[in-house]
């Protein structure tokens, strides 16, 4: 399954998509990464700022864990060559997880490929745009995250709040009331 993972600048995405990469890496996983800034906290067989030599690698393997940190710039809303990491590559035993600032950065194609979302603090925009494609209203006025915080959005399951504790690396996940879903069930 494909990930997304998005959400502002020192809000939490990179420390939970490096969080996840160690997790694979432990279970004897293959984990390959892009990443223009090539933070040194991934833990990965291969970290690299190149989007063809990262290209190169995911079509040549199979069953690789791909992190693509920064997505919004190294995928775009343009580059068809790293839209195949998300239409594609799944044909290989592929998951992929894009790291992004905000969604929208990221072609529709790449969101739509995604079971999964991860959103960390973002703009009004933003949520609205989760909102409507994955029809989860709740998103339109969510209240306020504070850093390390998100939501996580599945196709396929109730949607959860979350927490990253940065020092100890737990994740804690929790279901989120949203009230009545039937209007006749609401209060007047």
């Keep these: 399954m494909h990930v997304l993972i998005s959400g502002m600048t020192e809000s939490g995405k990179t420390t939970l998509a490096a969080l996840y990469c160690q997790t694979l890496t432990d279970r004897g996983e293959t984990c390959v990464v892009l990443d223009p800034m090539r933070d040194p906290r991934w833990q990965a067989e291969?970290?690299?700022?190149?989007?063809a030599e990262f290209l190169e690698i995911a079509q040549r393997y199979q069953r690789l864990?791909?992190?693509?940190?920064?997505?919004?710039?190294?995928?775009?809303r343009f580059n068809e060559p790293m839209q195949w990491l998300a239409t594609r590559s799944r044909h290989l035993g592929h998951s992929g997880f894009f790291i992004s600032q905000r969604p929208s950065q990221m072609a529709p194609i790449v969101r739509h490929q995604c079971g999964k979302a991860f959103l960390f603090p973002c703009g009004e925009l933003d949520y609205a745009t989760f909102?409507?494609?994955w029809r989860e209203p709740y998103?339109?006025?969510?209240?306020?995250?504070?850093?390390?915080?998100?939501?996580?959005?599945?196709?396929?399951?109730q949607?959860?709040?979350g927490r990253v504790d940065r020092e100890t690396g737990?994740?804690?996940?929790?279901?989120?009331?949203?009230?009545?879903t039937n209007p006749s069930e609401a209060a007047p």
């Design 170 to 180: 737990a994740v804690t996940l929790s279901a989120v009331d949203i009230g009545p």
């Design 139 to 157: 998103l339109k006025s969510p209240p306020k995250l504070q850093q390390w915080e998100f939501f996580e959005v599945s196709k396929f399951r």
């Design 65 to 76: 864990f791909m992190f693509v940190d920064e997505g919004g710039e190294m995928i775009g």
């Design 159 to 161: 949607l959860r709040r």
């Design 46 to 51: 291969y970290v690299t700022d190149d989007q």
């Design 131 to 133: 909102a409507e494609e």
